[in-house]
């Protein structure tokens, strides 16, 4: 899975992009609701104790942009960087949307079946998909959530859940998962097709997924957070695009399919072949 221990006071992140991205996240909150935003049956506590963590965290951490004030109906917090203002009490009616509002990340909420041990995705507020639709998985497993992914179910789902088992409230962890696209959008709820027109390499953009994952205290859920950077290809430096290079041809066939080589590959060798020279290989003595 390749995670690592999380410096926890860079829980939540703020940029230069916060306010466009802000922009965004509100359009499709009004337009395409039900695309980015679902919260189950039995995900409310869930949902609440994520709202508490996220304006504690963004209230302390980034004290100049976020106040959190008392009001006869209850306590709300204050977006210095927007002039919004929202109620964030139990009278709350959509709390995970309020946490995806103030956020530049995306919420997703994990419960395990008692019966089954396998967590489902309970609640989600995903305003930048990667590849995948909120409705068709919403509510499932998993192994379900990743099915499409080659070689998922055989080589970490049962690890998976495991690791799930473990995670404490007192410990978060993060990754880094890595993609190629041939559009500049971050919402991108399919998987990356052949466009219609002839690529240029200033086409293709390289996008970051920050993962975190933790165990919320009370409700016992576990919170998976992605924050998404997204940068042109080109604008990589030597060091990150010889790195870039090694990780795809290190994909097997399969993963490279997946994850639209036969799409961007090509242009992604001249470049690399342009500014860092031919693939050294490597022979035995």
Known sequence: MGLKRLDESNWLTLDSNYLPEHALRLNFLATCRSNVIECLPGSEAACQEVLNIVTSFLSTRFPQHFAIISSPSGPKIINHLTDEVYPIGPSCPNPLEVAAKLSMEDFNILLRNPETGEYHLQASATLFPAGWKLQERIGTTMANLHKPVPGWKQNLGSSVNRYFDHLSHKTAMERTNVFIQTT??????????????????????????????????????????????????????????????????????????????????????????????????????
């Open 184 to 285: 500049p959008h971050l919402f991108q709820d399919a998987p990356e097709s052949a466009p219609n027109i002839v690529l240029t390499i200033d086409d293709l953009k390289i996008r970051r997924e920050r993962q975190t994952f933790t165990r919320l205290e009370h409700s016992g859920a576990v919170l998976f957070t992605v924050r998404t950077f997204m940068e042109p290809l080109t604008q990589l430096g030597d060091d990150e695009l010889r790195a870039l290079r090694s990780q795809v041809l290190g994909w097997e066939e399969e993963v490279r399919v997946y994850k639209g080589g036969d799409i961007w590959g090509p242009l992604l060798m001249e470049l690399c072949e342009e500014r860092l020279g031919p693939v050294e290989v490597k022979t035995e003595c």
